[in-house]
């Protein structure tokens, strides 16, 4: 990188965790202290302000309350970019007075993502009103409008009351991106910034967008060398190279969960002719805090501000937040940063259950506590009061992910050997103190914020452990070993049990592993007879491979010996050995579901005998 960015931001998700005034103003500190000069306010709908009267749950912040960090952000020399999200709005849902604006309808399972009715000419009248107002609030170039993950486009009565295809779907994208542009550019004078995923199943959309909107393309792979899709089947393309061939500005978006993905990505972006800069994203921080970031945001900061060496930066970084040049505390940081930070909401019954075909990585157990040990005996050393509240979350996130790691560790032998469970009981307590120890940090650094989130994702993880534990111990259970080549996937599967005639549910879910083989543990009653069949049926998109079932019943290990199916399978005798040969169930190519809804609506099962 040889010139500056224009646009050096780092992000806030207010939206989504409520923070105290506090907490923003250390964060605009560090953002002013480390090259940067905007920050991404998303703030969403959690503002309380004439055209969105309504509190949010958590809090909401006040008309004063955005006056004064815009204040206090021009004070530090920070551009406050206003950042919504219009086509990702489900905490809007809540309110009945803003029901009649919504989808009704949904392209995945479970509660809608949450998306206004692009035809309802009321929807404009209430964006235009709240835009107008935010913009009101903070002056600046730009707005964010989002424009990311619009799932449910298209399914109210409303829209397919008259017909329905994939053509009158990106009509209903493009269309309403043009109307929201509208009224940023002619109304507000503000240039558009917005998130560019959409193009990737809308692509016939992106040559007929203003080419005054800023593209905000975000990437959150570890080592960034190409544009991989998003969802589906990660569709490879060089989509920087297409903005600079039909003249969109655009901005790398790395996270800053991984100070890897930032350096990767900038060097991917290189000196584009059109590229104005970087956001620095963070999103999701109700199951944790953001001080353990501040490393990676602090570096990719300076990086962007002065080019050059990007390791060098990330060594002054650490300096300046702790207080200290330490080799040891650096080469700690550093390792720690590098890989993708631990995520609570990842951590659930589900995962417990759920054992890597290739097993347990120890090297990355081994990795964490290396760095424990590290931050631990230098930790004294530290002297910034940030560097104090960084270095506390690091280890004590971290004992918490090794504790989690013990426990599964532990599951997986009460699975196996449900009379000799060993130390799963002493684990879990173990799990509960260092959960409890993170939680405690929510009354010192947000407090009087309810809910305390890592307190209820604690109880409600342990009360499943217990649960699923208990139901462990009868020794049955059915064992599936699935193939997910697309990770990225989302495939409704529903596993059922056939007995005398009739079919019971046993799971329904979108199973994944976080690899390409993946076995899933589902626990059978006690009393449970060896049953006649298990049905596997699937629907939606990425398609389902399944290698191998088996069950252990009344400590017998019973296998497969017939295979049927129904709908779109192939190489079903597969699943007969117990190997990494799979047999592969409904339409592989995530795109050709997506735009075509009945083909996401077929269901393809097998049905195995034993």
């Known amino acids: ?83 919504t999200n219009l086509t990702f709005v489900n905490s809007l849902t809540r309110f009945p007075e803003l029901k009649e604006l919504m989808e009704t ?49 298209g399914f109210c009565e409303h829209c397919t009351k008259d017909g329905f295809d994939f053509a009158k779907e990106c009509r209903l994208y493009r269309d309403f991106i043009l109307k929201v542009h509208a009224i940023v550019v002619n109304k507000l004078k503000r240039r558009v910034i ?62 800053a969960r991984c100070s890897a993905n930032a350096r990767t990505f900038t060097e991917y972006a290189a000196d584009g002719k059109h590229l104005l800069g970087a956001i620095m994203t963070t999103w999701c921080v109700h199951l ?32 300046d937040l702790l207080g200290v040049d330490n080799v040891q505390l650096t080469s700690a940081f550093r390792a720690f940063s590098e890989e993708l930070m ?15 075909f290739e097993g347990l990585s120890y090297g990355a ?30 280890i004590i996130s971290m004992e918490l992910g090794c504790a989690l790691f013990d426990l599964k560790l532990d599951f997986r032998r009460l699975i196996t050997n449900p009379a000799k469970e060993g130390t799963f009981a002493s684990s879990l307590a173990l799990v509960r103190q260092r959960g409890n120890a993170y939680a405690a940090l929510w009354n010192e650094w947000r407090p009087n914020i309810e809910p305390n989130c890592i307190a209820d994702w604690l109880e409600n993880f342990l009360k499943g452990a217990e649960k699923l534990a208990e139901q462990f111990r009868s020794g049955n259970y059915l064992r599936i070993l699935f193939a997910l080549p697309n990770a990225y996937g989302a495939e409704m599967a529903t596993i059922s049990l056939l007995e005398n005639g009739q079919e019971s549910v046993l799971a329904q879910s979108c199973f994944k592993g976080g690899g390409t083989f993946y076995e899933r543990f589902f626990p059978l009653e006690a009393s449970q007879k060896k049953p006649e ?67 996401a609506e077929q269901v393809s099962s097998v049905t195995v005998y034993f």
């Open 105 to 153: 309808g949904t392209r995945f399972w479970g509660s809608h993502r949450g998306n206004f009715c692009t035809l309802n000419p009321k929807v404009y009248e209430f964006i235009e009103n709240y835009l107008t107002e935010l913009a009101e609030l903070i002056p600046s170039e730009y707005f964010h409008i989002g424009g990311d993950e619009t799932w449910d486009l």
């Open 288 to 319: 944790r805090f953001m001080y353990k970031a501040f490393p990676a945001i602090a570096s990719a900061g300076r990086l962007w501000a002065k080019g050059g060496d990007e390791a060098q930066h990330f060594k002054e970084a650490i300096a």
């Open 194 to 255: 917005m998130w560019d995923d959409m193009f990737e199943y809308y692509p016939s959309v992106l040559p007929e967008m203003p080419r005054d909107i800023i593209m905000a393309h975000w990437v959150y792979d570890d080592d960034v060398t190409v544009t991989r899709g998003h969802f589906g089947n990660r569709h490879r393309e060089h989509r920087l190279a297409q903005y600079e061939q039909l003249g969109f500005d655009y901005l790398i978006a790395p996270h």
């Open 1 to 83: 990188m040889s010139t500056k960015y224009v646009i050096r931001a780092a992000q806030i998700d207010l939206n989504r965790q409520y923070e105290p005034m506090s907490f923003i103003r250390e964060y605009i500190d560090l953002l002013a202290g480390n090259g940067y000069n905007a920050l991404i306010l998303y703030i969403a709908w959690r503002v309380t302000i004439n055209s969105h009267p309504w509190q949010v749950p958590g809090g909401s912040y006040t008309r004063d309350d955005i006056k004064a960090i815009v204040a206090y952000a021009h004070e530090k020399g920070l551009q406050v970019i206003p950042t």
């Open 365 to 394: 157990y081994s990795k964490h506590k290396l760095i424990l040990a590290v931050l631990k005996e230098h930790q004294s050393l530290v002297t910034n009061e940030i560097g104090r509240k960084i270095v506390r979350e690091v």
């Open 533 to 599: 069949a298990v049905k596997i049926a699937v629907k939606g998109y990425g398609g389902q491979g399944v290698a191998h079932v088996a069950m252990r019943l009344n400590e017998q290990n019973i296998k497969p010996c017939k295979v049927s199916v129904d709908g779109q399978v192939c190489n079903e005798a597969y699943i007969l050995d117990d190997d990494c040969k799979f047999a592969f169930l409904g339409e592989p190519d995530s795109t050709k579901a997506w735009q075509n809804r009945p083909i």
């Open 342 to 356: 631990m995520r609570l909401s990842n951590y659930s019954t589900s995962w417990l259950a759920t054992m890597p």
